[in-house]
C-alpha cells in the first residue's frame, strides 16, 4: 500500500484509553483500528503484534513490533516500536558479516542505537507475521505465504547475534497469544508499561456491534478479537488443552527442539528416544496439523495460510522439513554427548553397540514405511534418513577413535561396507552417498577430505569449528611492499599529492566548526546544509574527510548516534541530474532514471520517514552541478531545510556566492546555511604543510622548502601546487643524484621545478601579448581578488585597467578597444567570453589558472 492510498484510510483506537501521564495529558490503548475507505475493510492491531510501517522504498516497507499505542496532549496518535531489519537495510560491507545466503524473508532484530521508535500510526499500513527461529533453524525455502518473515539473529550495527533464549521466547508470545486467542501481550522489547488489559468482552461486542450496523456494507473484521473469532479461538483453546496438546502444530517444529532440548544440544541418544517414540510423535504431529489449519484460517487479513495435505513436503513448515532439518542438525553437531552417561559410553566405545542401535532404528522405520498410510511417507523418510546418519557418524566416531587413521578411503573401508550390507538396497543409499559427503570436518583429518568429500558450502558455516560471525580479513599479500630506497624516494612518496597525511596541519579551526556543525545536528537529529568554499588546493575536501573519518569512529563508539555517509563529486558525474541518480542508488540501492530519482528523492526528505539514520552527503566540485533550471543545486540546498528528512550536506565548492546565484538572496538567507571559507595558505602554512608531509625526513634544505612556500603563496596559496613542485624538486634531485652524491633538494633543484612547472604554451603566450592584453588580464585577477568570485563583467575589468594604466602611465584605451582586446584575448583561450550582444556586460571567465597568469605576468 502506498502513501497515497494509506492516507486513505481512516485510524481510530481499539480499546479504552488509559491515562498514563497525568502531566502530558498521555493516554494508551490497547489496539488500533485501520479502516480502508476504498474497500470498506477494518483491520485490528494489537498492542504486541508484527506490522508493516511505511518505508522510503514503497515495495519494502519496515518491519517492526508494536510496543505501545498512545496518544499525547495534541491527541497526535503515536506508537512505540521495536524495529526489525531486512538485510537490504543493512550496510553492504557489513551484510559479509553473516558469511551465509539470507533469505529475502529473514528479518534482524534491530539493535542499533539512533533509530526513532516513536512514530505516528499513520504509517503503519498492516499488520504481519513475524515467526522467531532458533539459530540452527533453516529459514523455510519457499513459503506461499507472502507476508511472512523470519528472525533468527540480532544486529546491533556492528555485528549479528543469536536470539538469546529468553528473547526467543518473547517474540514468541504474539504467536502463542494468537493461537491461545488472547490480547497481544508486550514484551522485553518494549519501553514503556503496558496498559492493564481492559474487559476484552465488552470490546469485542462493541466491535461487533457495530460491524452489524453497516448494514449494506461488507466489512471484514481482520482482529482475531471480533466476539465470534474470540469465543471460537476459545473454544480451540480449551480443546487443545483437553487434548494435552499445549502447543499447536504449526509451531510443532520448535516444540521438538524447544524448550526442554534445544536443537544445537540434541543427541544422538536423543534421537534415537525420540525415534523410538516415532508413532506418538506422528501422532501428535497429525493431530496438531489438523488443529491449525482450524486455528489459524480464521484470522481475517493474516496472509493466507496453506493448508496442511498430507504428503505436501514443501511447506516451510511441514513435519518432512523439521525431520530433515532435525537429521541435519545431527550432521552438524553430532558429538555432543547426551546427558544419559551410560548410552555414552556405548556410543563411545562400542562400535557394534552404536550401530545396533542405529540398525534397530533402520529396521524400525523400514517397518514403519510398509505401513500404508500415505500421509506418514515423509516422516518416515525422514526418519530413515536419521537413523542411517547415526548409522554413520557412529561409524565416523569409530574412525576418528582408530588412531585418525590418515587413509583417504576410510570412508570407503571394510567400515562403509559395513554399513551398506546392513542398509537394505533401496534408492535410499543416494541419500545415504550424500551424507557420507557431508561428514564433519571435525572427524577427520584435513588429508581424508578429498575434493569430492569437501562438506556442501550452504553446512560450511554451521561446521563446529568455523565461528559464526568471524571477522572478514583482506587477503594476506603475497608480496611485502617495496620499501622506499632511499630518503629522496620516501620523501618524494610523502609528498605526493594522493598520498593521505597523517594530519592536516593549519586546519585545526576549520576541521572543528565541520566537526561541531555535523555533530551537533547528529545529535540533535536534524538536518542542515554547510556551504564550504574556497580557491582551489586550500584543503576543503581533505579536511572534510578527516572529519567524517573522526564522526564515524564516534559513532562506532557509540559517542555520537550513528549515521550514514555518502558523498557525490559534480566533476564524476556526465550530467549534473545524474547526482540525484547516485544520491538515490547510494542510499536505497534503487538505480532509476534521473527524472524518477528526482522524484523519488523529494518523496523521501519530504515524508516523514519512521526509521530514519541521519544521513550525511558530501558534495564535492558542487560548482559543475550547475543547470539552465538550477533544479539540482536548489534542491540539494532545499532538503536539508526539511525537517523530516533528517539530512545534512556538506557542500564544497570553488565559488563563494554560489547559493546567492541560484536562489535569490531573500530565499538563500531563509535556508539558514552555514558558510565556510577556506583561505588560501600562507607561506609559513605550506611550510608546515610540506614539513609535516615529510616527517622529519632530511630531504629538503630549509631554503628549499621557504622558497617553494613563498613562491607559491604568492601566486594562490594552492596546497597542491607546493606539494607538486616538492615532488618535482625531488625527482630532479634523485636524478641528478645519481651524478653527484648529494641526497638533499636545494633552492637550485626547487628553482628548476618552477621553471618546468610554469613553461606551459599559454605562459611563453601571455609573455609575448601586447601590454594592454596583459594589463587587461591583470584586471581580470584583481577584480577576482575584490569581488572573491572567479567571473566578472567586462565593466568591472575596464575599471581595474584604468586604474592600472593610470598607475603605469599608459595611455587609457577606449571601450571598443577593450572589447576588441577581450575579444582577443578569448580567441586565445585565455578567457571564456560569453557569446550574446551584451557589451560591456559581457560575462568573462579564465580559462587558465590564476597561478599560470600570474606567474606569467610576475617573470616581467
Ligand atoms: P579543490 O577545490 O581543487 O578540490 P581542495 O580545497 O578540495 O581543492 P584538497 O583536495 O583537499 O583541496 O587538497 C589538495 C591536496 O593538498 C591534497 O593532496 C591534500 O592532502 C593537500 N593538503 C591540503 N591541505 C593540507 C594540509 N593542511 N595539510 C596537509 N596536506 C594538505
Ligand atoms: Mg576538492
Known sequence: MNTRQQSKCIYSWFGGAKKSDQLLRTFQYRGLLIKSKRSLTEKCILVGEFVLVEGENADQPFVAKLLKLYENGSQEKRAIVQWFSRIEEVPLNKRKLLQREVSPQEIFLEKSPGYDTDINVETIISNVEVIPLALEEAVPLRSNRKQTFF??????????????????????????KKKAGSPGPLTDCQVFPTNSICSLKLETDRVTRSAMKMKNIHMEIESRHSASKSSLSKERHSQRVANGINT????????????????????????????????????????????????????????????????????????????????????????????????????????????????????????LEMTPRSHRKCVQKTTIRIAEQLLILNTSEQDQEDDYLPSTDCSDSSSSEEEESMVPCTPKRKTRSNVTLRTPKSLRKPSDITPAKAPKKATEPRTPKTPCNATPRIPIRNQATEKPANVLEEARLRLHISAIPDSLPCREEEFQDIYNFVESKLIDGTGGCMY????????????????????????????????????????KLTDPRQAYVQILQLLTGQKVTAAHAAELLAKLFCTPGPKRKTTVLMVDELDLLWTRKQDVMYNLFDWPTKKQAKLIILAIANTMDLPERIMMNRVASRLGLTRMSFQPYTYKQLQQIISSRLNHIKAFEEDAIQLVSRKVAALSGDARRCLDICRRSTEICEFSSQKTASHLVTMAHVMKAIDEMFSSPYINSIRSASLHEQMFLKAVIAEFRRSGLEEATVQQIYHHHVALCRIEGLRIPTVSEIMAICSRLGACRFLLVESNNKYLHLRVRLNISQDDVMYALKQD
Open 248 to 367: 499447536p502444530g504449526a509451531r510443532k517444529k520448535l516444540e521438538l527442539n524447544s524448550p526442554m532440548k534445544s536443537r544445537s544440544k540434541l543427541t544422538g541418544c536423543d534421537v534415537l528416544e525420540l525415534l523410538s517414540d516415532d508413532c506418538d510423535a506422528v501422532e501428535i504431529l497429525e493431530r496438531s496439523a489438523t488443529k491449525r489449519t482450524v486455528t489459524f484460517t480464521q484470522i481475517l487479513g493474516s496472509p493466507p495460510k496453506i493448508p496442511r495435505t498430507n504428503g505436501e513436503p514443501d511447506s516451510p513448515l511441514t513435519i518432512g522439513g523439521d525431520w530433515s532439518k532435525l537429521a541435519e542438525t545431527i550432521r552438524i553437531s553430532p558429538y555432543k554427548r547426551g546427558q544419559d552417561s551410560s548410552q555414552k559410553t556405548k556410543n563411545l566405545h562400542g562400535r557394534d553397540d552404536g550401530m545396533c542401535l542405529a540398525e534397530e532404528q533402520v529396521l524400525k522405520t523400514r517397518n
Open 532 to 571: 564550504i568554499s574556497g580557491v582551489p588546493g586550500t584543503g576543503k575536501t581533505a579536511t572534510v574527510h578527516e572529519v567524517i573519518r573522526c564522526l564515524q569512529q564516534a559513532a562506532e563508539k557509540d559517542e555520537l548516534p550513528s549515521f550514514q555517509f555518502i558523498e557525490i563529486n559534480g566533476m
Open 151 to 176: 528472525v533468527r539473529e540480532s544486529w546491533d550495527g556492528k555485528c549479528f547475534k543469536p536470539l538469546s533464549p529468553g528473547l526467543l521466547s518473547e517474540l514468541k508470545e504474539p504467536e502463542k
